[in-house]
């Protein structure tokens, strides 16, 4: 009793310490609590919470995509370059940049998966690749001059609610839904916890792993369509350094970087707590460089959370 | 907190002073297991000592007691008159005793000269002197009738010259005694004549040589006397001379047969063969041909490294297979994947249970729905009535003991786990399951559990292949037996003609090289 009891709380630790935050936070500055900033956090974690679905996949699964803020940026670059320059309808731009984004991220799975390389590599490799390549199409200038109605998915509301933070709240939930519904979801969870066992109870490692991080690079591709159309123009440097905060809100949310465990419900609390760490240092004027100290520390209190609890310091009495 | 780990005092006893090393009366319990009871021997100064037992009789605690990998629980441990009552790896290397075990201690991307100086390298300064470690290589082997270049990478040697370096390195570091863990299990027929070369070398030197193997015509042909060790227990000493192979056989596998196994209705169908193999090779193996029918256990029997567990996985799909034949239920099969295997009917329950056949963070309902889940979804979502019925069905079939379904898996006692891997593959559909040493680490009564599933398994139509490392298991399980040694099938029995004796004379015999 006493036990389930304790992993209940450790479970949603994460939640806990959301809140305490959150309070402290209204505590420090009251224009934190007012519903308009809370709207605008939520639409500042939108991009971050997309992504972050896709990277909580690959991360259950022991990888890493490093590859995700390039992604963004080629999305970015491109689904501006098909609307401007290439007279493209606003759907079809989008659905071409969306299937470029999940080609980049079959690439690296085929990287990771069939050629076997380490994913902190094959990602790597590929995040170099596709900044250039943005770069290079976008000639270093940044492209705008969109439709009007592009601007709806990252500026327009629903009643109250932002159209990102609805967007984002169906991607949590697909991820959610996939994690514990469907069969490959358990496959996630199988091939992070043990490959060779999973390979020898008829799991096909190499086409789950291929399939994860098309998915990495899919969601990361939606991710910057929110971002170019909240933006309204195509920055060559739009996604640089974007996925070390996917990655932070990932391992934040308690998926355990060695693979394996890990919930979507719990990747929102990261989401949330490093967006009101930012909106709140923000609102404090904390500089930038201090928000990268803070942001730094906080992925080392998490990895070294998990790390602790993998090698049994924190399990023994 | 815990006392010094081993006390040491010089002896008086002049007597026993030809002895290099002895081992008395040394016991090693774990939990649940006696590793060892009470084992006595000693080496003479510049003897080659054999050491042979079956699978299990605790050669290789033994030998690690001498080296620190194993603290015994009780018993002594006198070198050069010096008493230990256990070592530890600086101990060892101080006082002369050298291990060359089947995995080598060397690094790949090193030279052999400075494999041979590792952890030691002469130095000039604060940089390492090369011309003189290469030098000095170059004399160390000479010394042994080497021939390495010493700036050779020691990952470009072949295994039997990478063993040369470890041994050279040992001499070089004046051990007085080397063990040796089946020296000549990797190695081609050449190499092991320039290693018996070595060791005789050695002996004329007075180095004292512990030499473990199953090849027992090496052992007549290296030793001056063979220790014969049994399920833990040292039975007898002898001379080499004066011993003949039956002798040690009967000597290996003496023991009365008392564990009682399940009844089993006969169940055979002669006349449907499920699995064939035609020359079969792959994986290390070669030519291998049997038949097994519906309804039969087939027993593999066989020494650790024989390729039991090799051959398991060709059949089942995850090691490729390079010639030869599968044939199941008639039709000739090409499994390039487990689930390639698992779809045709095939199913392993692997000899690491932790490792390879469950998968301990994750719930016994999962683990079982794990192969069938394409199954049991409809556009990809689970139908997790289906999956909860199939759990619970598995659960009562299979007596597995657990307060839920959702209980992960390594909460589980091992047979428990080991039930929960076989839910899965029955409720896979299985045919042919292959069993890699499904009892092994598993306490009595649940051994007994496994033997019935066993039973019904075939009773109701399934056919099974049993590896087995036990030989009462082995023999109490099957219905025939086929025994490999290195590779080779090297005889079959049936269930009247069973003997301890006769399997490990096939067990041990060593073919081609």
């Known amino acids: ?317 | 907190m815990v006392a010094a780990p081993y006390f040491e005092k010089t002896r008086v006893l002049k007597m026993n002073e030809e002895y290099v090393l002895e081992l008395q009366h040394i016991t090693k319990i774990y939990p649940g297991v006696v590793a060892l009871k009470d084992v006595s021997l000693e080496v003479k100064k510049g003897e080659i000592l054999a050491l042979i037992g079956e699978n299990g009789a605790g050669k290789s605690t033994l030998i690690k007691t001498c080296s620190g990998a194993v603290i015994p629980t009780s018993g002594k441990i006198v070198v050069n008159g010096k008493e230990f009552s256990s070592m530890t790896p600086q101990l060892a290397a101080e006082n002369g005793i050298a291990i060359i075990y089947q995995e080598f201690n060397n690094v790949k991307g090193l030279s052999a000269a400075e494999n041979l100086f590792l952890g030691n390298p002469i130095k000039k300064g604060f940089v390492i002197d090369k011309k003189a470690m290469e030098k000095e290589a170059e004399k160390a082997f000479a010394q042994l009738n080497i021939k390495i270049n010493p700036k050779t990478l020691v990952g470009d040697l072949t295994v039997g010259y990478q063993q040369m370096v470890e041994i050279a390195k040992a001499i070089k570091q004046d051990a007085k005694v080397l063990i040796m863990d089946e020296p000549s299990a990797p190695l081609t027929s050449a190499e092991v004549e320039s290693l018996f070369k070595i060791c005789e070398l050695l002996k004329a030197k007075g180095v004292s040589i512990i030499y473990i193997s199953h090849r027992l015509e090496e052992i007549f042909r290296l030793s001056d006397r063979i220790v014969v060790l049994r399920d833990g227990q040292y039975i007898k000493t002898l001379t080499t001379k004066e011993s003949h192979v039956d002798e040690l056989i009967h000597l290996m596998v003496g023991r009365d047969l008392t564990e009682s196994y399940p009844e089993r209705k006969k169940c055979i169908k002669e006349d449907e063969v499920v699995l064939e193999l035609d020359n079969l090779s792959g994986n290390g193996n070669h030519d291998i041909s049997l038949k097994l029918r519906k309804g039969e256990v087939l027993g593999l029997g066989g020494l650790v490294g024989a390729g039991r567990t090799e051959l398991a996985q060709v059949i089942f799909g995850s090691a490729e297979k390079t010639g030869g034949k599968i044939i199941f239920n008639g039709k000739e099969i090409h499994p390039r994947s487990p689930r390639e295997a698992i779809d045709l009917g095939i199913a392993l329950v692997p000899e690491d249970r932790k490792r390879h056949g469950a998968l301990l963070d994750i719930s016994i309902k999962n683990n079982i729905s794990m192969p069938i889940y394409k199954r049991i979804s409809k556009a990809s979502v689970i139908n997790s009535k289906t999956e909860v019925d199939t759990a619970n069905k598995y659960k009562k079939e299979l007596l597995i003991k657990t307060p839920s379904i959702n209980q992960d898996v390594k909460n589980l006692s091992g047979g428990n786990q080991q039930k929960v891997i076989l839910a899965k593959w029955l409720a896979a559909n299985s045919e042919l399951i292959i069993f890699d040493e499904p009892t092994r680490g598993i306490d009595v009564g649940a051994k007994f559990e496994i033997y019935k599933l066993i039973n019904a398994l075939v009773e109701s139509g399934k056919t099974i292949l049993l590896i087995s490392s036990e030989m009462e298991e082995l023999m109490g399980m099957s219905d025939r037996i086929i025994v490999l040694a290195e590779g080779h099938m090297t005889g079959e029995l049936k269930k009247d003609s069973f003997d301890q004796k006769a399997i490990m004379r096939m067990a041990s015999a060593v073919v081609g090289g």
């Open chain 1, 1 to 317: 009793m006493k036990n389930t009891i304790v992993s209940q709380v450790k479970d949603k630790a994460i939640w806990i310490v959301f809140i305490i935050l959150f309070i402290a936070f209204a505590f420090a500055n009251k224009r934190f609590v007012s519903p308009s900033n809370l709207f605008t956090i939520a639409r500042q974690v939108s991009m971050y919470g997309i992504a972050a679905v896709g990277m909580t996949f690959v991360i259950l699964i022991g990888g890493i995509d490093l590859a995700a803020g390039s992604i963004i940026t080629v999305v970015n670059v491109v689904c501006a370059y098909l609307m401007v320059e290439m007279q493209f309808s606003m759907v079809a731009a989008v659905l071409t940049s969306l299937i470029l984004a999940a080609a980049i991220g079959a690439l690296n799975g085929f990287l990771v998966a069939k050629i076997a390389m380490p994913a902190i590599i094959a990602t790597f490799a590929t995040q170099i690749i596709f900044e250039g390549a943005a770069y290079l199409l976008s000639g270093g200038t940044p492209v705008y001059g969109f439709d009007e109605r592009f601007k709806i998915i990252g500026q327009g509301y629903v009643g109250p609610v932002p159209v990102p933070v609805i967007i984002m709240a169906l991607c949590f939930a697909l991820g959610a839904f996939i994690l514990n519904k469907t069969y490959f979801g358990r496959y996630f969870y199988a091939v992070g916890g043990n490959e060779e066992a999973s390979k020898l109870s008829g799991i096909r490692v190499k086409g789950i792993k291929f399939l994860i991080y098309t998915l990495s690079g899919l969601f990361a591709g939606l991710a910057g369509i929110v971002m170019l159309s909240r933006t309204n123009s195509a920055q060559p440097t739009a996604g640089k350094g974007f996925e070390f905060d996917v990655i932070t809100c990932v391992v934040l949310g308690g998926v355990s970087v060695s693979g394996g465990f890990g919930k979507i419900s719990n990747v929102i609390a990261g989401v949330l707590i490093i967006g009101i760490l930012t909106n709140g240092m923000v609102l404090m004027n904390v500089s930038s460089y201090t928000q990268m100290v803070v942001k730094g520390l906080v992925l080392i209190f998490a990895v070294g959370f998990d790390s602790l609890q993998n090698s049994g310091v924190l399990t023994k009495a």
